[in-house]
């Protein structure tokens, strides 16, 4: 069995029936990284005992983004003590965080010349604190030896426990992003180890902390949801003031996950961007390709010229 093997990589669902997907369209296309692109990252991430998202979650930006040197970088291991319906990342129990981790990143940071970070992590509900303090220290390190380099933190929702958000936030991230992934109504099926609400009240909450702090979140496109339950999504969000959305294709990872129900023509995910605009996001990237960390540089530059011309600043 190689890695790519659902029942590897996720045990929990080995004996799950398969649920195909419809075909994907013609719309739906990413470059595959080439050998060296990705042999250069890849080392660097092997020399340092370091994870990425692009790989773990199976990114289909991976090819584009590695080419630029630019990787989402996954902390806590590799590991997951959650079993989304939608995720590609391992299932199971972790290993003890790893303390050199957060210096690592730092490193690698330097060492690819970053002007922009992003990381993320694992669920890691057998942690105290979820890992917050991992996701400090982590920034921390960054901010020392990157200065020039802005951080954005994806975070799980560290299931309410006391104290996590507070950790992460005075570290001093530039951008909080924790993502919804979809409706309310399929959470049961597609999160069943989250709740919307919990989510939703942690982007609140983080917005109240840090005010000048921008916020972030995402959705799938494809899943059940309708045009409807994604518009409430969006004032909810709104509600909390998030300042960026970003809308995405759901591509099943193995047989074993959750099956693509359809898949919107990029001319939907154009209307949406309008919508969000129209309800006042100071960002939006809607797209069948579009990823959290996907141009998250680019992007950040775009949230302070928004803000900047809304004057917020």
Known sequence: MTLSDPNLRHPEKAHKPDNPSPLRPDWIRAKAPSPADYQATRALMGCLKLHTVCEEAACPNMGECWKHKHAAFMILGAVCTR???????????????????PDHIAEAV???????????SVDRDDLPDGGALHFAQTITLVRQTSPACSIEVLTPDFRGKEGALETVIAARPDVFNHNLETVPRLYPAIRPGARYEVSLALLRKAKTLAPDLFTKSGIMAGLGETPDEIAQVMNDLRAANVDFLTIGQYLQPTLKHAPVARYPAPEEFVSYAAMARAKGFLMVSSSPLTRSSHHAGDDFVKLKAARTSMGEE
């Open 83 to 101: 079993a989304c319906a939608f995720c590609n990342v391992a299932t199971g129990r972790p290993d003890k965080p790893d303390p050199c981790e």
């Open 110 to 120: 330097a060492q690819m010349g970053l002007t922009h970070v992003v990381i993320t």
